[in-house]
């Protein structure tokens, strides 16, 4: 491809919301363009880096064994309502209304439109196991889309849903895609760690998130030191150990304090000089019609899938500033458990170990000092529970060994669904037996987007992006300096059309810009080798070429340079196992 | 592939509302499921052919130097407004409110986002001209989705843009797409003709539909006999002779005649007894706040797009009853020009030649006979032209030879657009002396869902589908008519594992049935090459090969199955240009 045929419009200026690498060096390199919040277009350049992608999660998917088909974007929402994930998806699920009145949804994810697909066409123990995936634009209405293509409202997702007979046949599945996700991020040169998760509103008892090291990452990754213990920071557990609360009788005075306006745990620590870990922190959640409370130690933050379970609900959801003012008779900021009526509190444990604490006083501008747990509140036994995060100094729930924490990008989660979705659809299978049981199933989902910035988080410099081969654009590019110079520009030619024959994927600058230019893009738009054709080579026979990963240059016999590339590029290819 | 580790869920029963063959067989073959109204999944078989029609789309686009990019199926509203489209479009768009209470499109086609990113690329007369494209899921909410996947909500389509300094530029690239699409269709096996189309909401000065001749179709061509003269329907022209209005003076007596309930022509001509052919048919329109009324003979039909020319509006549309009933004073079914005071009446120049003719009264229940243009209602002379379809026996407008009429379905559709988007949305480009001037634009799209379906609808037979090569799912399906025979089963396995090494696309089927279920399935779904092995041949040391479109097969010898079998693929490719 010659550079002028191309639509690469590399620009120095990037919005202000550009943060990331990632975001700023696609929008530079001229691979994407917003169109509104949370929706980009990808330009020529970036479809094809989305493209490979996309083509190594298909070849391994096919590799694994499951089978491709394609569902549509647009869902009735009954299919929501028969599982309850209308409600649980929320104002994340994009709702529509058709000119006949019908309300559809567009699809975030698929488990139910597959289910019923296989429950309408599969009743035999004989037709599982069987893994099906699709490859298809998502929908969700995020509240704040952000960081580029890695939190959008629209993306390309790969779905696979399998269905069993057995948690056996299940686990062997789950192995399967769990490897094919080690094989898929491999050759995307995605250095990932594999880590125990939440399952969210999907559901199911068990899940795993694949994550890609990066200080630029939304989730926080929990690993132990000394074990192969690792998990998100909405799943990851700790060694818990005794609490003996202190004498509750023999305890400071309780005495309410003027606290005008503070509102924040810093504010009233800084204004009572109190360290944040002597502080009570009181969240109010609601579940459906429910409403929970939840107490956590000033330094420490509320884990809300610990306190659902704590609480035995499927989800809670932060409490709006009415709910709290009624259950509290103060303005927000200033809840407390003391005389709270509260329908369920859950105490964590670390509160209850609070000798002498600090918490809102249910009146508007009042904390409480000398707070002690049991004697001036209520504390249910059964109600303390571990309901925060892990945080730096915790231990290792499998191994005591100290715990460490990292930014991450989430690039696939695989999940066991168990039967949630199969009961509720009535996808059930018959045994050799005759007897009849609900399928059980897994799903696997893949963000191919994120792929793509989290390839350019872990690859970049400052000059640009730096592409694994198997995903970058063009594979090669041939920078001739001179296109005045016949020479030169003829030897390019005839290189560039070498490698295109022999089915490399390369680009010739044919610009007639000045050799700066050409070596400033070809840096930005991070092409893995670069091919140099000036006239001070030609005079001595040789041209130039360069991997954008090394500093220095090799000069190649011009006739020998086109099996030199094809070489490069095979051994390039062969080091991330391709 | 092994039929038993697919998904092909065949079916005998489809539903009602299945008419067409390529309806039936896409879901008796297990292709597609219905999931809501105008939307299907793809199942795994026909995935893979929509998959290959897709890459087949692909390959000439690029081969027409055509870039690739992808654009976001949301849009915001306002993107629409600029160009006049949110009105024109009006229910056609799907509308969505986001949870910011922002308004986004989900996109019919996307013109204005093409137009905007190049506008703020492209500047100069050097940058072009540029043709880019994407093949993405389109949405558009039909009043009547049908036809299996001939008119649905949600489609796959391949949708080009390109943008020029001149007219020549633009007629260049217009050659080159039309060009690329007689490819395309040729690989795909469909004979195609073009036709001269109208261009509706996309607008424009010229526009070619191409079209797939079939009796399903929902489209008609009209083609000339004697030249090469075609059109679709909208869209066709026909010679229009001078027309002498009978004596005005001298003519037959107006009167009212009561006709109860009859508001069609059909029960009015019976009732009168006369001609539909005598009878004024008044439609009434309204072109925004406009109200224009149309006059044709009973037994034509009017043509919207001829009657907005006429009137001078962009477009029509059907009035409703409401309108109706104020204009003419009477219900639906009794409007007539006489004594009716509309705003703009357009009255086909056939309707002029009327001498003694019959109309409603503008009164329930009533018509008048004996009506005579121009005596019995003003007609003005630059209101009188031709607003009809053509009909049988028309002349062709080109050589006045005689139309010939066929139903067809539209597969693709290009257009010139002209300057209508750049005009709007601002994309200029300098020219070389440093004048700016707007770009002209064509836009070329194809429907690759329709793609299959007219492929089954000139390729069946009662037995299921006939693949043409290029699109079939598989290529060559092996059928072991034993699989407890170890002879029989050893040799399927091995001439699967042969040809697909060799890149034949080969399903065996390893279902242990009956012979007679695997030849239906293997007819039902349509492989274009059928490999037979029972246990009978591999006496004779033989194996059975069958093109699905021919009725004798052929005995093979084993030892040259293979060879044989992957020559006559690569003939069977050859002759659909591959």
């Known amino acids: ?164 007979t057995s948690l056996e046949s299940l686990e062997e599945t789950y192995q399967k895609m769990y490897a094919a996700y080690e094989n898929m991020f491999k050759r995307c040169g995605l250095p990932v760690v594999s880590v125990e998760a939440e399952s969210g509103p999907i559901g199911g008892s068990a899940s795993h998130e694949f994550m890609v090291l990066t200080d630029v990452g939304e989730d926080s990754v929990v690993s132990c030191g000394s074990c192969s213990y690792a998990a998100n920071i909405e799943r990851a557990a700790r060694k818990v150990s005794e609490v003996s609360p202190g004498d509750k009788a023999d305890g400071p005075e309780l005495r309410e304090v003027h606290t005008p306006g503070m509102t924040t745990i810093a504010q009233v620590s800084e204004f009572l000089k109190v360290r944040p870990d002597q502080m009570i922190k009181t969240l109010v959640y609601r579940s459906g019609e429910h409403v929970i409370v939840g107490l956590v130690r000033g330094d420490h933050d509320i884990n809300e899938s610990k306190l659902a379970r704590a609480a035995g609900v499927e989800t809670v959801e932060l409490a709006d500033e009415g709910t709290i003012r009624k259950l509290t008779g103060a303005e927000v900021g200033f809840a407390g458990p003391v005389k709270l009526s509260a329908e369920k509190m859950i105490v964590d444990i670390d509160v209850w170990a609070i000798a002498d604490g600090v918490t809102g006083a249910n009146k508007t501008d009042y904390h409480l000092v000398g707070v002690v747990p049991g004697r001036d509140f209520a504390v249910d036994a059964d109600r303390v529970a571990d309901i925060r995060n892990v945080a730096q100094g915790d231990q290792c729930p499998k191994c005591s ?82 296109a005045k110079d016949e020479q030169v520009a003829g030897l390019a030619e005839k290189l560039h059309d070498e490698l295109e024959a022999a089915g490399v994927d390369v680009l010739l600058d044919d610009r007639d810009a000045r050799p700066g230019v050409k070596f400033k893009d070809a840096d930005l738009i991070g092409i893995p080798v670069r091919v140099t054709i000036g006239p001070k080579g030609l005079a001595n026979n040789v041209v130039e070429v360069k991997l954008r990963n090394e500093a220095e240059a090799k000069n190649v ?22």
Chains 1, 2 share one sequence.
């Not at 590399?10 to 550009?18: G, I, K, L, Y």
């Not at 994810?109 to 699709?134: F, G, K, M």
């Open 1 to 164: 491809m010659r550079y002028t045929q191309m639509f690469i419009p590399t620009v120095r200026e990037v919005p202000s919301d550009a943060v990331i690498a990632s975001h700023i060096l696609m929008i530079r390199a001229g691979m994407i363009r917003q169109l509104a919040a949370g929706a980009y277009t990808y330009l020529p350049l970036g479809y094809r880096v989305l493209q490979k992608a996309e083509r190594i999660v298909r070849e391994e998917m096919n590799a694994a064994g499951a089978i491709e088909l394609h569902m549509p974007v647009v869902i009735p929402i009954e299919a929501f309502r028969k599982t309850g994930r209308d409600e649980a998806y929320g104002e994340l699920m994009f709702r529509i209304k058709d000119r006949n009145g019908t309300m559809l949804a567009l699809g975030p994810t698929h488990e139910e439109v597959i289910t019923q697909i296989v429950a309408d066409h599969v009743n035999s123990y004989r037709q599982l196991p069987l893994n099906l995936y699709q490859i298809q634009t998502k929908f969700r209405d995020e509240e704040r889309p952000k960081s580029g293509v890695l939190r959008t409202r629209e993306f390309l997702m790969k779905d696979a849903y399998s269905f069993h």
């Open 401 to 482: 060994g100290e715990l460490a924490f990292e930014r991450a990008i989430e690039v696939g989660h695989v999940f066991k669904l168990g039967t949630k979705y199969s009961t509720a659809i009535g996808a059930e299978f018959t045994d050799a037996e005759g007897k009849s049981h609900s399928m059980i199933m897994g799903c696997y989902g893949i963000g191919i987007n994120r792929i793509l910035a989290a390839a350019i988080e872990v690859n970049h410099d400052e000059s640009g992006i730096i592409w694994p081969i198997s995903i970058a654009p063009y594979e090669v590019i041939i920078l001739p300096l001179s």
């Open 557 to 578: 016999p011009v006739d020998q340079a086109g099996q030199y590339i094809r070489q490069l590029v095979e051994d390039l290819h062969r080091q991330l196992g391709e």
